[in-house]
């Protein structure tokens, strides 16, 4: 029987309850971690290696042979090398042929040759079936058994058996694949893992620039304004006073900026009468990082309550009260209760503590452990509804909080309006907009858009 019939019986689906042999060329981090975790699933595993003494690191019951050897033994051949180390492979082209490899090799930057690394493996062996996978695993994840963060495998090559058959690979190690469909797609695949945050990029640059804006905003009227012109020193509310009003300032406002794309979009579509036209880019970005400016959001919800919560240990509001106090004593005078303060009061702590619980809803419902468990109407039932409760409960904390300085001459230090004030501009013209939108002469067109229904056919062609 030829070399090529055997490959052919190799490659042709199993129907006995014992594995295929895999043979992987490499004997570092990775491919040792892989063998390993190939060996506990129940696939015999033999190493392809210049050197084919028995090493300690080598997973015990492993064979290692030379690289010919070891092709020939197996129809899947895991590349565990780096791209400058494939030229060795040409020689093999004969034993190879026919044979599945499985190329798992990332690079040190995105982009960094003219075609992909499984590309190019498929370039110097073109009568093998090169399959790109495994290269978004990491070998600790795959030694330590903490798959959870890195549980899906993106896998794609041109060959669709053998494609099948290393999918069915990763399912039996336990973790997920994803058909990204030819081998075209490899050079994204190689990219997925040099990405850092892709989509924490803009929320992450939005925020720091928003945070320094407003800190320096606060600094100049709570500090150096009232040390120039009342000759009072605060510098120390550059330790909590001012990143507790730079926090919530933060947190409204990226709240209102996740919802105020989706405010955009709605008016473009009823601006062109179809669904079928692409939004801008910046649009398409922005939204698609929403999930990202809410969690930021939150952060900075949660660092105001924890702000707040300290409040009472702080030195400078020990000596107010004690000061407010002792001054009620020498006067012989108790300041009556003020009901319309206590209402505010009040109203103010019960409208942050319910905007707070729906934050942090809205935020567990993001997880992928927990939107995966709820059906789409669910999901968007709270992320839309109980969102748009989250932004007024926030909004209406701020107004009760900081409606006093809208009409206070005082609260204009250098013709310039409070934090809160500046605070309330973007989620109350969300909520304005939004509120213009549920209209029914507005909402009925906007809904057969996007059900379908244009203004202008012409546009889907």
């Known amino acids: 029987m030829n070399k090529n019939s055997s490959n052919t019986m190799a490659l042709a689906p199993n129907i006995s309850n014992k594995r295929e042999t895999v043979c992987i060329f490499g004997t570092g981090d990775f491919g040792r971690a892989l063998g390993h975790k190939m060996i506990q699933s129940g696939y015999p595993v033999v190493y392809g290696s210049r050197s084919t003494q028995i090493s300690n690191l080598i997973p015990k019951d492993a064979e290692v042979l030379s690289h010919a050897e070891a092709a020939q033994k197996a129809a899947i051949i895991i590349i565990a090398i780096q791209r400058q180390h494939y030229n060795f492979l040409t020689p093999l082209a004969e034993v190879l042929q026919g044979k599945v490899l499985v190329d798992i090799s990332n690079n040190l930057k995105l982009n960094q040759y003219p075609e992909s690394n499984a590309e190019y493996l498929a370039q110097l062996l073109p009568g093998s079936k090169v399959v790109k996978a495994f290269n978004t695993v990491s070998a600790w994840a795959l030694q330590s058994g903490t798959l959870d963060a890195s549980r899906q495998v993106f896998v794609c090559g041109d060959d669709v058996e053998a494609k099948q058959m290393v999918m069915n690979i990763v399912r039996a190690l336990g973790l997920t694949p994803l058909d990204k469909g030819s081998l075209l797609a490899a050079q994204e695949i190689e990219n997925y893992p040099l990405q850092l945050f892709p989509m924490w990029k803009f929320p992450i640059f939005l925020s720091l620039g928003l945070t320094a804006f407003f800190f320096l905003y606060c600094l100049a009227l709570d500090v150096i ?3 120039i012109y009342e000759n009072n020193n605060f510098s120390f509310f550059i330790a909590i006073t001012i990143p507790n009003r730079v926090c919530p300032v933060m947190a409204l406002i990226l709240l209102a900026l996740v919802y105020l794309p989706g405010i955009f979009a709605a008016i473009i579509q009823l601006y062109r009468g179809t669904k079928y036209r692409r939004f801008p880019d910046w649009l398409d970005k922005w939204m698609l990082c ?10 900075f919800a949660s660092l105001h309550a924890v702000f707040t919560l300290v409040t009472p240990l702080r030195a400078f509001v020990s000596w107010r009260t004690s000061k407010g106090i002792i001054s009620q004593a020498l006067n012989n005078k108790t300041e009556p209760l003020n009901n319309t303060n206590a209402w505010l009061s009040d109203s103010y702590l019960a409208l942050g503590i319910l905007g707070y619980f729906l934050f942090v809803l809205l ?7 927990v ?5 789409w109407r669910e999901f968007r039932f709270v992320q839309s509804k109980l969102g748009y409760l989250a932004l007024i409960l926030c909004t209406a904390h701020t107004l009760v909080y900081g409606g006093k300085w809208f009409l206070s001459p005082s609260a204009y230090k250098w013709y310039l309006p409070n934090i809160y004030i500046l605070s309330l501009i973007v989620p109350c013209a969300v909520l304005v907009v939004k509120f213009v939108l549920i209209f029914p002469c507005v909402d009925k067109p906007l809904t057969k858009i996007r059900q379908g229904w244009e203004r202008n056919p012409k546009y889907s062609e």
Do not use: E, M
């Open 225 to 227: 304004y009232t040390y």
């Open 290 to 299: 929403r999930k990202q400016l809410g969690l930021v959001a939150l952060a």
């Open 363 to 369: 935020g567990i419902t993001s997880l992928p452990s």
């Open 371 to 375: 939107s995966n468990n709820v059906n």
